[in-house]
């Protein structure tokens, strides 16, 4: 299947600083992306949806000025996580699709632990 | 509106046992797909099987079968001889159609499987 990779996939970052997550698509182009947050425990929440060169679209109840999106290009997407505070941390995935009716391929995750 | 419900939290077994994960959904579209996923204490995410509403075909791969049955709403996930290696988070899934955002994904709550040697 094809391969989606996030990096960091670890990372601790104080309160009040924000920190950068990107999901690549490494052998398709990815015209949609999707980033999910999951608390211990429990279920994948969407929290947005980027397409290429475009706005993201938020979930109701998602910052968009905290949960910042960038997907500049088909092969790469980015979440900001400005200010972060603890209450962010969490377990983040993306997942990346080359198209409406085509597969999601879903990244390994980025655990953020904002002390 | 859309849902999935795996209503069993944990479901422990032991080792050779078959043991069926159910889930059952809700929408008001006739077109729609489920998945199943498999989230090991890795986190990844592994994709286990895609099926589209209008394909009611039972499936099979290897000891995982599905069952889909649109009378019930329920797509239910059955792991034959169960492994340790099976030990997982399994989340089932369903595609909103009718978000703008394509390919949207709403996942159940998971349902923690604990397989014992």
């Known amino acids: 299947g094809a391969v989606v990779s996030q990096h960091p996939s670890r990372v601790i970052c104080k309160s009040g600083t924000s920190v950068k997550i990107e999901c690549r698509s490494l052998?398709?182009?990815?015209?949609?992306m999707f980033w999910y947050r999951q608390f211990p425990k429990q279920s994948l929440m969407l929290m947005a949806t980027s397409n290429e060169g475009s706005k993201a679209t938020y979930e109701q109840g998602v910052e968009k000025d905290k949960f910042l999106i960038n997907h500049a290009s088909l092969t790469l997407s980015t979440l900001t996580v400005t200010s972060a505070h603890p209450e962010d941390s969490s377990f983040y995935i993306c997942?990346?699709?080359?198209?409406?009716?085509?597969?999601?391929?879903f990244g390994p995750g980025t655990r953020l632990t904002v002390t | 509106a859309q849902k999935v419900t795996q209503a069993q939290t944990e479901i422990s077994v032991v080792e050779k046992e078959d043991v069926t994960l159910d889930c059952v959904y809700e929408?008001?579209?006739?077109?729609?797909?489920l998945f199943w996923y498999k989230q090991p204490p890795s986190g990844e995410l592994v994709f286990l099987i895609r099926?589209?509403?209008?394909?009611?075909q039972n499936e099979i791969s290897g000891r995982y079968s599905w069952n889909f049955q649109k009378s019930t709403s329920s797509f239910n996930f059955t792991i034959t001889a169960s492994q340790v290696v099976d030990s997982a988070v399994y989340f089932c899934?369903?595609?909103?159609?009718?978000?703008?955002?394509?390919?949207?994904?709403?996942f159940g709550q998971g349902t923690t499987l604990q397989v014992k040697p």
């Open positions: 099926r589209n509403s209008f394909d009611e």
């Open positions: 052998d398709f182009q990815a015209t949609t």
């Open positions: 899934a369903l595609s909103d159609p009718h978000s703008s955002n394509t390919g949207k994904l709403i």
């Open positions: 929408t008001r579209d006739t077109t729609y797909y």
């Open positions: 997942s990346a699709s080359a198209g409406e009716g085509s597969e999601q391929y």
